[in-house]
Structure formats: C-alpha cells, structure tokens
C-alpha cells in the first residue's frame, strides 16, 4: 500500500469519526447522517483500489478513473457552493427583516 | 401627508444640510434611517429636524428604504418621497413630481437626469455606463426609461402599499421598476438635477447589481 493511501485513509476515517460525533451532538440529522457516511466510505473504498473506479469511467467515455472523480468532485462541488449562497442570501434577507421588525418595534415604544 | 424617505449610511457630513434644506422647503415630515452607521449620521439627521429610525447593523439601502416605508404607511403617509442622503438631489424637484403625481393621478413618478441637461455628468458614464444600465434594465424589467438607477421617486400611497423592496443592496432601484411594470402601477419621468460630488457607484457597483438580481431569481 502507499503512503498516500494510509495517509487519506486515516484522514477519512477520523471524517467518519468526526461526523458520528456531530450527529451525536444534533448537528446532524439522520438523513445527513448515512449521506457522510455512504460519502466517506465510498472514498476510503476508491483510495484502497482505485482501479474500481476504471469499469465507471470507460462506460462513461471517460478514460482514467482518476479523472472521473476530479469531474464527479467539482461538479459536486458546483452544487454546493451554489446550495450555500442561495441559502446565505436568504439568511441576509431573514436578517433584515429581523433588524426591520426590531427598528420599527422600538420606535413604537418611544 | 408627505413623507421624506432618506436612507443614509455614514453621511454624518451631508445628511444634515439636506435634511435642513429640505424643511426650507417646507417637507416637515422627514424620516432618515439610519443603517448602521458608525458615525455620528443619526444624530446630526436629528439635531436638523428628522425622525431617525436606527438599523442596529448595516443592511443596505433597498433595506433602510423599506423600512422607511414600512414606517410612513403606519404613520399615515398618502405620498412618499425617496430622497438620496448624499445631497446629490435637489429639494426643489420635489414639489414639481409631486404636482405631476397628483394631476395625472399617477402612482409612480420617477426622477431622469436626462430630460434636461441640468446635471453635468461624467462623460464616460453618460456614454458608456448609462447606455448599457438601461439596456440591462430593460431587459430584466420590460420597462423602457430614460434613466437608471436614480434614487428620486414619488410614490402614491396605493404605490407604497404595493411595492415591496426585498433587494437589501443597490438592485432595489431595478427591482421597483419591476415592479412597477409587474403590478400595473402608472408612472412617469421627471427631470432632476443630479450634482456629481463622486463617481458612483461605478462598473464594480454595476455588477454586483447583476449578481444580485440573477440570484434573486434563482432563489423564487
């Protein structure tokens, strides 16, 4: 095995860890819970024989199995990044109306 | 009654002299809301003769407007002034738009620095950045304007109830508009006098516009 591979697979493991513990602690709900886990373990199964990747890839046209994950990695990534800044500006909005309703509430006490 | 709505943020030098020109004026109802500013904005708007409203944080000029407006409709206002705290405006456009408001019982009159040649304007944003704001304004409002982007309005009281700003930064003013045209309000232009002191907003400002509005499409 190379070192590389010992290396991500402790890192992945203590993601794994790391997301039992966060559920644990209701930051995660159950759904999000396998989600992570189905996530991390199927990269921890991609490192240990990156080859499975390969049979995927050809199917699809693509030729290495390693550039099927850097395409499948950022196009996930897209998706979050964008899931995140329409949830921030929606957040923005729930703040001004927050800060609205607060301006207008201590102006009808005065 | 005739409410003036000025929005400021950080204008502690501007906001007092046009506060008071705008009572010389004879507007006795003016609100300023102050949008968190750490400086002495709200003060200064207060000691000149306005009712300050306090956002506790910075939330953006759309955001101050409509609380603004939130404000005047409880207060009773039957038209509404939007007024830039900057004093880029001049106080005596107020009482012709509001004339042309009432006589042609519109709902909407908005302020163009293009229908007279009052306003010196820079060159490069007369030739470039204007042309390309109304044609992007355009086409994410369907309503053709002389003029983008200006922050003098009159607004009816039907106007005021209708129209609903949830564009916290600069694309409120593209999202009136829109809004004007989506709820068949009438309208019409008005020549202003714009005094440049600064630039702008500028083409950094401009996107952001974009950003902000193609955003607020995706999240409907």
Not at chain 2, 52 to 79: E, F, K, M, P
Not at chain 2, 205 to 214: E, F, Q, T, Y
Request: with cysteine; proline share 2%.
């Amino acid at each position: 095995m190379l070192a590389i591979q010992l290396i991500l697979i402790a890192l992945f493991a203590l993601i794994v860890l790391k997301t039992v513990f966060r559920f644990r602690a209701g930051d995660l709900n159950w759904k999000e819970l396998i989600f992570w886990l189905i996530f991390w373990l199927a990269a921890m199964v991609i490192v240990i024989s990156p080859d499975s990747t390969f049979y995927l890839a050809n199917k699809l046209g693509i030729g290495r199995g390693a550039d099927l994950i850097v395409y499948v990695a950022l196009v996930l990534l897209f998706i979050m990044v964008f899931g995140l800044t329409v949830k921030l500006e929606k957040m923005n909005r729930d703040i001004t109306k927050l800060t609205r309703k607060n301006t207008l509430n201590n102006e009808e006490k005065k | 009654m005739i409410f003036v709505v000025i929005p400021a943020y950080n204008e502690e030098k501007n906001i007092g002299r046009v506060v008071r020109g705008l009572i010389q004026y004879g507007y006795a109802n003016i609100v300023v809301i102050d949008d968190g500013s750490c400086d002495k904005t709200g003060e200064e708007a207060r000691i000149a003769g306005a009712v300050v409203l306090h956002h506790t944080i910075n939330r953006g000029q759309g955001a101050a407007l409509q609380t603004g407006d939130d404000y005047i409709l409880l207060r009773g206002a039957s038209v509404a002034v939007h007024f830039d705290a900057d004093g880029q405006f001049d106080a005596a456009d107020i009482a012709p738009a509001i004339k042309l408001l009432q006589e042609k019982q519109l709902d909407v009159v908005l302020g163009s620095r293009f229908l007279d040649n009052r306003s010196r304007i820079p060159f490069f944003k007369k030739f470039v950045v204007f042309p390309v704001g109304r044609l992007i304004n355009f086409f994410l409002t369907g309503l053709k304007l002389s003029d983008v982007h200006n922050g003098f309005r009159i607004l009816s009281r039907h106007a005021l109830e209708q129209i609903h700003i949830t564009q916290d930064g600069m694309a409120h003013n593209s999202e009136i508009i829109a809004q004007i045209k989506k709820k068949n309000l009438k309208f019409a232009e008005q020549p202003v006098l714009v005094y440049y002191y600064e630039y702008g907003q500028g083409i950094g400002g401009g996107l952001k516009i974009l950003r902000d509005w193609i955003l607020a499409k995706l999240i409907k």
